[in-house]
């Protein structure tokens, strides 16, 4: 075996070495820096994240059970029928679309638009997937999920309703295309 080929072989085992210790203390320092926020001062902020989703969650109305039952972690609030009747206040569409192979949300007026909802109000979010993919549809603030709906199936349609409790500025974002398929949620009184 040629000088040469030992030596790329040598430095070959090396990067994959050094490669593997920048993993592991990507990895620890990760776990470490996320249980010092927790246990510090942010752990006030992520219990009242936490207490808005909860009363956000409890206020949904019309909880269905989806036959696609493929994400049973989250807060599965989409419905897909668009037959029931509604009562609520406050009506929002919302669709997916395509463009350049890159997947957003869109209202009849822009893309990922800023969606407001009403404080103490009932508020529907209808969606529309006519694409050939999956969407899940997910709110949360300063990165705390606080709802988030059952997968929306190529070609289908749904709905939630949400009645929120406090005003505040959330974030919503696909689950599966959260970089495309992202906005601004608004509470307002």
Same mark, same amino acid.
């Given at each position: =075996?040629?000088?040469?080929?030992?030596?790329?072989?040598?430095?070959?085992?090396?990067? +994959?070495?050094?490669?593997?210790?920048?993993? &592991?203390? %990507?990895?620890?320092?990760?776990?470490?820096?996320?249980?010092?926020?927790?246990? $510090? #001062?942010?752990?006030?902020?992520? /219990?009242?994240?936490?207490?808005?989703?909860?009363?956000?969650?409890?206020?949904?109305?019309?909880?269905?059970?989806?036959?696609?039952?493929?994400?049973?972690?989250?807060?599965?609030?989409?419905?897909?029928?668009?037959?029931?009747?509604?009562?609520?206040?406050?009506?929002?569409?919302?669709?997916?679309? /395509?463009?350049?192979?890159?997947?957003?949300?869109?209202? #009849?007026?822009?893309?990922? @638009? @800023?969606?407001?909802?009403?404080?103490? =109000?009932?508020?529907?979010?209808?969606? &529309?997937? @006519?694409?050939?993919?999956?969407?899940?549809?997910?709110?949360?603030?300063? $990165?705390? +999920? +606080?709802?988030?709906?059952?997968?929306?199936?190529?070609?289908?349609? *749904?709905?939630?309703?949400?009645? @929120?409790?406090?005003?505040?500025?959330?974030?919503? %974002?696909?689950?599966?295309?959260?970089?495309? =398929?992202? *906005?601004?949620?608004?509470?307002?009184?």
């Amino acid at each position: =075996m040629k000088r040469s080929s030992k030596i790329a072989i040598i430095s070959g085992i090396v990067a +994959v070495i050094l490669i593997s210790v920048a993993l &592991t203390v %990507h990895f620890r320092l990760s776990e470490t820096e996320r249980s010092e926020i927790e246990s $510090g #001062t942010e752990q006030n902020e992520k /219990e009242s994240a936490s207490q808005i989703a909860n009363e956000i969650v409890n206020s949904l109305q019309n909880k269905p059970e989806s036959e696609e039952n493929e994400n049973a972690e989250t807060n599965e609030n989409t419905e897909q029928n668009e037959n029931t009747p509604t009562t609520t206040a406050n009506h929002i569409e919302i669709s997916v679309i /395509e463009v350049d192979k890159t997947y957003r949300w869109s209202s #009849t007026a822009e893309i990922n @638009p @800023p969606i407001t909802l009403t404080v103490n =109000m009932g508020n529907e979010i209808r969606f &529309t997937n @006519p694409t050939d993919t999956k969407h899940a549809f997910v709110i949360g603030q300063n $990165g705390t +999920v +606080v709802l988030a709906t059952k997968d929306l199936g190529p070609g289908l349609s *749904g709905k939630i309703s949400v009645k @929120p409790t406090k005003t505040g500025v959330f974030e919503y %974002h696909c689950k599966y295309h959260s970089d495309t =398929m992202k *906005g601004i949620l608004n509470v307002e009184p």
